[in-house]
């Protein structure tokens, strides 16, 4: 096998639990790595059998994030883009279904010449034929491929034994593999406890494979007692022990890593010898921001039907993480369940109590649609600041169009086929399509922003491109009659044929947007209508009342709640 000349390989893998947080470790690597100079991508291998997360509920796997080029992926790429300021691609994230169809594909094809097709070669070799991928169209530095799951479980096998042949072919100084673990802190012993740590460094061995760096999260900081302890059963050196106790939040996790000098041990085994010293200041101006911010607090309302599971989310609430620094607030947002304000006597104004801003989450399906229905009028009727996110959009243009446009049976064709007036409706080029995976309106696409309006003065620009997913659009026939209400279309497609921000002339900040602006907020770049939207909230808060914290709100920050059943 060829392998691409000077790319160094980085792989994650986890043990013990899993969601111990191998997308933050790899993006945390990723980011100390390229603040010493180096080209740096980071890619995921799931190993679930679905092609890809798309048709999966967000209860099963959490938000879909979409890339520039329209790949459906793990919301670990999310994580990636948001410490590394670069872009993920379709080979950025790789399954063990996609992996198994190229090879049934190929035997299909008669590529494999009649022969007996196998786990071992043909599907390993396929994975590495994957691996490489990045490495060869691209001029990069290290490659880190993060593996998901947990060591010991049936379905990741491939993928270890595939990373335990690069070892072979590519040589120790050409790949390591950072193993994350579990040292649970026992309090009626006061003590930390090595011995799953052990088991699951025990585990990967028996697949071949010696971890060379362990990274070790636990609640209470790792002495060095507990380091010599770990290395010595787990044939490591203790500087290669590397300590990651509890942070106050994922953007703490790059400067612990860079205390704990893992960037420097990566470095040293890779052979690594032309980099430079780091630069972090604006990184933790943000964090000083993020913890510490000087003007108060603001409550923000989401509306969903996926609120039991806040990953289903995921990139909403570290944008407002980012907006929140920017406007030097702490936003705590109030996870609202759609489907409470369908029930009879359900008090819409007693839920969104103290809240300063309403966002309507991005969705699929009817359950919920009526009660985010009634948040939206609340809103828009009390001067709240709205922001609407794909089908929060749709439902706003819903809302707009019965209680203003006095356009009583208004609905969309997804929640009503035989509705009268159709206010939103299947893109035309949709009405064929069968198939459900990687079929929608996906990736990247232009807008054209009208000058003058909330929209264009936020991104200061008449040409915006942001990602999409959706089948239906805003139904164009009903364009004229919105417009005479106030509604203004701030942004359209190039050929100004398809609608992708709504907002309300006559509203404090009232906007719809078509796209979902979430997938491409930074650290090093707030996405500008988020950025808006709570600069709204906060002057309304400032305008109401005091700022003050609201007991039942969510802190972004805070431990997510397990999925129930």
């Not at 205390?259 to 990184?283: G, M, S, T």
């Not at 801003?357 to 969705?363: E, T």
């Amino acid at each position: 096998m060829a392998r691409p000349k000077n790319v160094k390989h980085i792989f994650v893998t986890g043990g013990v639990v899993s969601s111990l947080g191998k997308g933050i470790l790899s993006a945390s690597l990723g980011l100390l790595l390229k603040s010493r100079g180096l080209r740096v991508a980071i890619q995921k291998y799931d190993p679930y059998i679905n092609v890809d997360p798309g048709t999966m509920s967000p209860y099963q796997h959490g938000e879909v994030y979409v890339t520039d080029d329209g790949a459906e992926t793990d919301l670990d790429l999310g994580h990636y883009e948001r410490f590394l300021d670069e872009p993920t691609s379709q080979a950025s994230n790789l399954t063990m279904g996609r992996v198994y169809k190229s090879v049934i594909d190929k035997e299909r094809q008669g590529e494999y010449l009649g022969g007996t097709v196998q786990v071992v070669p043909h599907v390993i070799d396929e994975i590495k034929e994957k691996m490489n991928e990045q490495a060869r169209s691209g001029s990069l530095d290290v490659l880190i491929t993060e593996i998901g799951g947990t060591i010991g479980d049936i379905e990741s096998l491939p993928f270890l034994e595939a990373m335990r042949q690069m070892k072979l072919d590519l040589g120790p100084r050409n790949l390591l593999n950072i193993h994350l673990t579990l040292v649970p802190y026992i309090k009626a012993a006061c003590e930390l406890k090595t011995k799953p740590t052990q088991h699951s460094v025990k585990m990967l061995l028996e697949t071949g494979i010696q971890p060379d760096i362990l990274v070790c999260r636990s609640e209470k900081p790792l002495s060095r007692e507990i380091k010599n302890k770990v290395g010595h059963f787990c044939n490591l050196h203790e500087s290669d022990v590397i300590g990651l106790n509890d942070c106050d939040t994922i953007y703490d996790v790059p400067l612990t890593l860079l205390n704990e000098q893992l960037d420097r041990r990566v470095l040293k085994k890779l052979n690594i010898k032309k980099y430079k010293e780091p630069e972090f200041a604006y990184w933790s101006e943000f964090l000083k921001k993020v913890k510490h911010p000087t003007d108060g607090e603001v409550t923000i309302a989401i509306c969903g039907k996926y609120t039991e599971y806040p990953d289903a989310y995921k990139s909403i609430l570290e944008a407002f993480v980012h907006a929140g620094a920017g406007n030097n607030v702490r936003v705590n947002v109030r996870l609202v369940r759609a489907e409470d304000a369908e029930e009879n006597g359900h008090d819409v104004t007693a839920a969104l109590k103290g809240v300063h801003g309403v966002l309507v989450a991005p969705g699929f399906g009817d359950r919920g649609i009526e009660g985010k229905i009634r948040f939206i009028r609340h809103a828009r009727e009390n001067d709240i600041p709205f922001f609407g996110i794909c089908l929060g959009m749709q439902c706003a243009s819903i809302e707009f169009a019965r209680n203003v446009c006095n356009l009583g049976e208004a609905n969309s064709t997804e929640f009503n086929k035989r509705c009268r007036q159709p206010v939103i409706d299947l893109m035309e080029h949709q009405k064929k399509v069968k198939e459900k995976g990687g079929t929608m309106r996906l990736g990247s696409y232009p807008c054209i922003l009208k000058e003058g309006t909330r929209a264009y003065r936020a991104y200061g620009k008449f040409l915006i491109n942001e990602r999409h997913r959706h089948r239906y659009e805003f139904n164009n026939d009903y364009r004229d009659i919105f417009e005479e209400h106030e509604m203004a279309f701030s942004g359209t497609s190039p050929n100004g044929e398809l609608a992708e921000i709504i907002e309300l002339k006559s509203h404090r900040w009232f906007v719809g947007v078509q796209f979902h602006p979430e997938y491409k907020s930074r650290v090093h770049s707030v996405h500008p209508l988020f950025l808006g939207f709570v600069g709204a909230a906060k002057e309304f808060a400032l305008g109401k009342s005091q700022l003050s914290f609201e007991p039942d709100a969510l802190p972004l920050q805070q431990p997510e709640a397990p999925v129930q059943g």
